[in-house]
């Protein structure tokens, strides 16, 4: 295998000290997050005579503790950091437009806070996930669309991540309910993520391929009824996996902060690429890997030994 960086190069929340929304910010090996006007760069992975593109990064950038932790100079607004954090990663997840409904000036603004190569994967907005009316989700799926409308015509959406709650059991309702969100949705770069075991069926990632929609891979406890962490590809396309940590006891906390606490050790990380990633990247065009565990900027330090060792496996 060989991995290189290739030249690369962006709408932003912010964080409000308990982890939520979160977008903007970042580094690596320890040091501070500080803007060059180029970006990062996406590796590129050569495998076999087969070549992929790997976007690492980050679920939401804009923490005000990432400051405190010394991963932004101290003081930075939120306004600054996503620039920062585009110096250091070549791709950010974002998580506000769960929270809130995208508006594409918004989105607009905030993509030109960084390089025209930085790459996004938006959330999709909780109206069509977790809270959802079934008289208005329709009328819900065409203001998302609308609202991320500027990453699309720029070519700078990676995915939307249509991440669904733990109580979305796989009944017969919430089939046609999942089914007919994703033909509402029809056309866009979509990645499911399960939380809860009863989707991890044949049929369901037969039907996922069938549509070409990515299965998000999930590091997280083991704890029952929770997804699994399969390695299944079910989109040629794009692999995309989220690492959300192992803290068992604060998993279902209803704290954040509790929940995401988790520091990846370098063996841990080292697994994942060699049992699982390198061989999903053998199967798809490009892979996207995003960290969750925000809490005390463990997020920026996890994604960027990640990065260090995919370029350590290229030799």
Do not use: C
């Not at 565990?293 to 463990?298: F, G, L």
């Amino acid at each position: 295998m060989s991995a290189r960086g290739e030249r690369g190069g962006g709408a932003a929340a912010p964080g409000n000290g308990d982890g939520t929304p979160g977008d903007g910010g970042a580094v690596g090996n320890g040091g501070m997050a500080r803007g060059n006007g180029r970006g990062a760069a996406p590796l590129v992975i050569r495998q076999g005579g087969r070549e992929s593109r790997l976007w690492i990064g980050t679920s939401g950038y804009s923490y005000a503790e990432w400051a405190e932790a010394g991963f932004y100079p101290r003081d930075t607004k939120s306004g600054q950091m996503l620039r920062l954090y585009a110096a250091r990663f070549p791709a950010a997840e974002l998580n506000y437009t769960w929270y809130q409904m995208p508006r594409a000036e918004a989105v607009e603004r905030q993509r030109g806070q960084a390089p025209p190569g930085f790459r996004f994967a938006a959330k999709l907005t909780r109206t069509l996930t977790h809270e959802v009316d079934p008289d208005a989700w329709r009328g819900e799926a065409a203001r998302y669309r609308d609202g991320i409308a500027p990453l699309v015509q720029t070519g700078q959406l990676l995915a939307v991540l249509v991440q669904l709650p733990p109580r979305f059991h796989r009944s017969e309702a919430n089939r046609r309910r999942l089914a007919e969100l994703l033909d509402a949705l029809a056309g866009l770069p979509l990645a499911v993520e399960f939380r809860h075991r009863s989707w991890a069926t044949d049929r369901v990632l037969a039907e996922l391929e069938r549509r070409r929609v990515t299965l998000v891979t999930v590091d997280a406890p083991e704890l029952p009824g929770l997804f699994p962490a399969l390695d299944a590809v079910t989109n040629p396309e794009l692999v995309y996996a989220r690492f959300h940590g192992r803290n068992a006891r604060g998993w279902r906390s209803g704290r954040m902060q509790l929940q995401f606490d988790y520091d990846y050790t370098a063996d841990e990380l080292r697994a994942w690429r060699d049992e699982k990633l390198l061989a999903m990247l053998r199967r798809a065009r490009r892979g996207v890997i995003f960290f969750n565990n925000h809490v005390r900027a463990q997020a920026p330090r996890n994604a960027a030994a990640m990065r260090d060792l995919f370029e350590e496996a290229a030799g």
